[in-house]
């Protein structure tokens, strides 16, 4: 005789399931109670459930496989919503097992009580509460079928009564449903397709993670075309590195080089992006947009033609169709300039930049107190980090630099809050990642902000012993926030932020630490921190009114910007 708890452990590890992160108590005791005695799962065991959550969406994005995360009654399970929500904004395969309140009590108002399929029914792709033994394995295999095959959230429920009910041994085991074959697009789409990409008019690609697994595609794409290549954040993984025709990102991270080549094209080819903003679209194109998902076809900007089907196997009918292109002077300008503006932010990463004539006419401004440009802090850890690192980001500023300065060559992986956006990500996703490998080098670019919301859970890095490499970008701001305030002629309100000394804190967590104030020894703290053993936190103070220009600065946002800084400064006095 097996219990309810035990059968959906065991299925979970016959699936290949290796970790179940969360907090105990409650409902969740049966459950974790079996992941103690199932030698194939390790529980890791958070400060804050949306730090879990968070982990698992990391892991689900990295792997491709189902990530599983737990809350308890109520709160418990409320705690998980904000990094379930990136998950499905991420489309990442998660399965959340959340606790009630005991059967009888269900529906009276009971302490702690919340109506679980009410609150996760915008989050998940599957929500049901398991009342019985006899809904085993079906209910089980139906809440992971979903989660994989829809690329989403399926919660289960499991009431405080019920995880302990026993399970007949003649019970079959859950038997989850293989993942489906990509398909290309339909003849008729690629022969539409082939027909709008004939002539000479230039051609654009803007390229999203949806390409990623079709790299050589997409490189023989630009190539036939002689289409420079817009890539979005999460495209730098995998197509960034030794790429002919990238040229970097669009969007208020991006530069004017692939703003321009958007705009000096006549035929935008979209492949496997939903790239959201659509104020950086151009217009009067003709567009044509691949991607696996129809709901995704012409959300954004109007397409003329859409092609349906995964990357890969559609641009594999495609693209020998095509005639190459003799004519490569769009290609060549779009590079040149992509080139010539990398050259200008190289200047900014010398540790002396700000002593040279030009550096100290601009300190004047933007960096009085000559603190460390974030600039060469992404920089640095880009040229000495190893070449398999996995990086996170928290949503901010620290994710400009990393856009902007790091290059995901080699095996590098990327993931972060991309989607929906959250602070506080960076630190937990990288816990994830670590926790899949603790030999692969993890670095997470945390803002200080960030970090600060969900401090707690640095101890978990000791606790599981879990390397990390955490770069906080320490300017003592809210730094996206403040740059919106002042580029709408606002002045800087709220955004400052009182911290401690940070390298301190995690020292007393148990994690190696160091401060870095000065240009000249941020090469042998990032050095120090990547060959240490064991979890590191470099607490590095750098320069809060550090600018990252848009790619295409309006005159309204610089005149915003010099009132702003005109009242701050009048305020000040």
Known sequence: MTTVAEHIITSLADAGVTQVWGVV?????????????EDRIEWVGVRHEEVAAFAVSAQAQLTGTLGVCMGTVGPGSIHLLNGLYDAKKSHAPVLAICGQVPSPEIGTDFFQEVDNN???????????????????????EQAVNAAQSMHGVAVLTLPGDVGDLPVDRGVRPAAFAPTGVPAPAPDAQVDAAVAALSGDAPVTLLVGCGAREARSHVLELADVLAAPMVLTLKAKEGLEHDNPFEVGQSGLIGNPAAAKAMDDCDVLVLVGTDFPYRDWYPTGKTVIQLDARGEHIGRRTRVQHALVGDAAATLARLVPRLDRRTDRAHLETARTAYEQWHERQRSLLEPGHDHTLLGRARAVLDNPDERIRPEAVAATVDRLAPDSTIFTSDTGMSTAWLARFVT????????????????ANALPMALGAQALDRTRPVVAFAGDGGLMMLLGDLRTAVTYR?????????????GM?????????LPEFGTELDNPDLAAVAAAMGLASRRVTEPEQLEAAV????????PVLLDVVTNPDEVAIPPKPKLAQGWGFAIAKAKEAMESR
């Open 25 to 37: 108590g409650d409902a969740l005791n049966p459950l974790t109670d079996a992941i103690r005695t």
């Open 118 to 140: 009410a609150l996760f029914a915008d989050v998940s792709v599957w929500s049901q509460t398991l009342t019985s033994a006899g809904q085993l394995p079906y209910l089980l």
């Open 408 to 423: 995901m060559r080699g095996t590098r992986r990327l993931v972060g809050s991309y989607n929906l956006g959250s602070m």
């Open 466 to 478: 879990l390397p990390v490499v955490v770069v906080v970008f320490d300017n003592g701001r809210l």
């Open 481 to 489: 926030v403040k740059l919106e305030q002042e580029q709408g002629g």
């Open 527 to 534: 050095t120090w921190a990547l060959a240490a053993d064991g």
